[in-house]
Structures are given as C-alpha cells and as structure tokens.
C-alpha cells in the first residue's frame, strides 16, 4: 500500500486546498494530511492562522480523501512526524 504525505496549514478549507488533497490522493492508497501547528504557521507565514489548530485539524479529518489528519511536529525540522509515518 503506497503512502502519501501532505503539508499545509489548511487555514480556512478552500478549493485550492481542495484540488491539492484531490490530486494527492490520487498518488496512493493512504493519504495522510499533516496539519500545521500554530507556532509553525506564524514562523513560516508571518501571521497567525484565522483558526487554531485543533479547528484546522478537524477540518481536514472530514475530508474523504484524507485517510488520517495529524498535526504537525513541535518542533521544526525534527521530521518526527516523516519518521514516524514513512511516506513512499
């Protein structure tokens, strides 16, 4: 079974996100969406997300195409979260 990982932050679900998880799906059996921290989002885009990360999360895990949500290490660059699920 091909596993297939995805970042984002996922801030406020729309059509671009939508096509995104769309197309990824495609590439595997297995879809796992890694969701953003909030600390990570505000490092990375210089703002805070619009919704926390427990709201985020919860919206990505509603999708179909997603097989599981997780959120995001705590700390950038550990890669824990690749480790630990071993993407193709």
Do not use: C, W
Request: proline share 2%; glycine share 12%.
């Amino acid at each position: 079974m091909r596993t297939v990982l995805i970042f984002g932050v996922f801030d406020g679900l729309h059509q671009g996100h939508r096509v995104f998880i769309e197309q990824a799906s495609k590439r595997g059996e297995k879809l796992i969406a890694v969701v953003a921290r909030d600390g990570a989002a505000l490092a990375l885009k210089g703002k805070k997300p619009h919704h926390g990360e427990a709201k985020r999360l919860d919206g990505v895990k509603a999708l179909q195409e997603v097989s599981f949500a997780v959120l995001g290490d705590d700390e950038q660059g550990s890669y824990e979260v690749v480790k630990t699920y071993q993407p193709d």
